[in-house]
């Protein structure tokens, strides 16, 4: 994943004050390849990882429904971040 399509996919996530180029080109940075021109699945999913840690908890932690049930979360971190690669990659 390049730049321009990280940008694209943070920018649908992240809030519209925080969407600056600086900060999503820090980001990007931050977990990029060692060229720092694309980013890896691996590298995605590592800053998946950071992301869903900070907003969401933990991996596989249990939440409580709207509905008053005790569930465990259904999504894991591996599965997002396969779908957002995913889907940037076939919009290439």
Same mark, same amino acid.
Do not use: W
């Given at each position: 994943?390049?730049?321009?399509?990280?940008?694209?996919?943070?920018?649908?996530?992240?809030?519209?004050?925080?969407? +600056? %180029?600086?900060?999503? &080109?820090?980001? /990007? =940075?931050? !977990?990029? +390849? %060692?060229?720092?021109? &694309?980013?890896? /699945? =691996?590298? !995605?999913?590592?800053?998946?990882?950071?992301?869903?840690?900070?907003?969401?908890?933990?991996?596989?932690?249990?939440?409580?429904?709207?509905?008053?049930?005790?569930?465990?979360?259904?999504?894991?971190?591996?599965?997002?971040?396969?779908?957002?690669?995913?889907?940037?990659?076939?919009?290439?």
């Amino acid at each position: 994943m390049r730049e321009h399509e990280f940008r694209h996919v943070l920018s649908a996530i992240i809030s519209p004050e925080r969407a +600056t %180029d600086q900060y999503i &080109s820090r980001l /990007f =940075q931050a !977990f990029s +390849t %060692d060229d720092k021109k &694309s980013i890896t /699945f =691996q590298e !995605f999913l590592s800053f998946t990882q950071a992301v869903f840690g900070l907003n969401e908890g933990k991996e596989g932690e249990y939440c409580d429904e709207s509905n008053g049930t005790h569930e465990r979360n259904k999504e894991t971190v591996q599965q997002r971040a396969t779908t957002i690669f995913n889907v940037s990659q076939e919009r290439i």
